[in-house]
């Protein structure tokens, strides 16, 4: 992690509520990314994570509370403006697109560092020959490094879960976002596949990203944040490093139990 304890935060979020009818979600709810640093979100079911994970992603917009960028207020965040802020998002399915290549999927990833982009192409619509080939070998590069690269004219439901899962990340980091949030990367992947999970979600913190990861992996939260926030029935009960985390009272009684260094 990079010495950011006085940088302005990557991403903010500050006195968010929202309430659905009369379901309080979000209530006051408070955190900062920093620059280079790995935040991570956790609370049992229930908690408000899955609704501070579309808030900050745009797609549910708070009934009060800012969304601040580097500094700058975000006044009407929707999930399209993302690539232009330098973020990107896994979603918690997939999402990915059936009937298209693995290459074709990352390469919707990597739209916003094309001219024309690449949804120009898919409809027939004016591009440059350039734009195409730049994106298309940054999509391929991007599988390469996540080792998936064999794969890149395979369709989707023809390929193992894991390197599904592979896909989606590579469509979010082939833009070469600053700042990554990811929600629940670790799902349904094994032991040995979790390990290279968080080695490749360091990588990026070492590459200078900030990353927001919304997870119930514990073993993975623990090994691979610098800081963590907890909610609880919408509102943040504790944050801090993993060290604090694992030894405060009142996160033991809500959400992890008593012994923290392993799933149940």
């Known amino acids: 992690m990079l010495d950011s304890s006085t940088a302005t935060p990557a991403f903010e979020l500050a006195s968010i509520d929202v309430a659905f009818g009369g379901i309080v979600a ?7 990314v920093r620059p280079g640093e790995v935040l991570g979100v956790i609370g049992p079911n229930g908690a408000g994570k899955t609704t501070l994970f579309n808030v900050a992603c ?10 601040t960028r580097n500094g700058d207020i975000l006044r009407n965040l929707k999930p399209h403006r993302l690539p232009a802020l330098g973020m990107s998002r896994t979603l ?37 020959s ?22 890149a004219l395979r369709l989707p439901p023809s390929l193992p879960y894991a390197v599904r ?25 094994s032991s ?15 590459g200078h990203a900030s990353v927001m990861l919304v997870e ?18 919408g509102k943040v009960i504790a944050q801090g490093t993993p060290d604090d985390i694992r030894e405060n009272p009142a996160v033991l009684d809500a959400y992890l139990g008593r012994d923290v260094t392993h799933d149940n």
């Open 216 to 233: 119930h992996h514990m073993d993975l939260v623990m090994s691979v944040c610098d800081r963590i926030v907890v909610l609880d029935f």
């Open 192 to 206: 040995d596949e979790m390990d290279e999970l968080s080695t490749l979600i360091r990588s990026l913190a070492v």
């Open 130 to 151: 350039k734009d195409d080939a730049t994106v298309r070998a940054e999509a391929l590069a991007t599988l390469e490094q996540l080792r998936i690269g064999e794969y």
């Open 26 to 32: 979000l209530d006051g709810v408070s955190l900062d």
């Open 165 to 189: 899962k592979r896909v989606a990340l590579a469509r979010a980091l082939v833009s070469k976002p600053s700042l990554v949030l990811l929600d629940e990367p670790a799902s349904g992947l």
């Open 92 to 128: 918690q399915g997939l999402g990915l697109f059936d009937r298209m290549t693995v290459l074709d999927n990352v390469m919707i990833g990597a739209d916003r560092t094309a001219r024309t982009g690449f949804f120009a192409g898919l409809l027939g619509l004016p591009s440059s």
């Open 58 to 67: 745009g797609l549910v917009r708070p009934q009060s509370g800012t969304i």
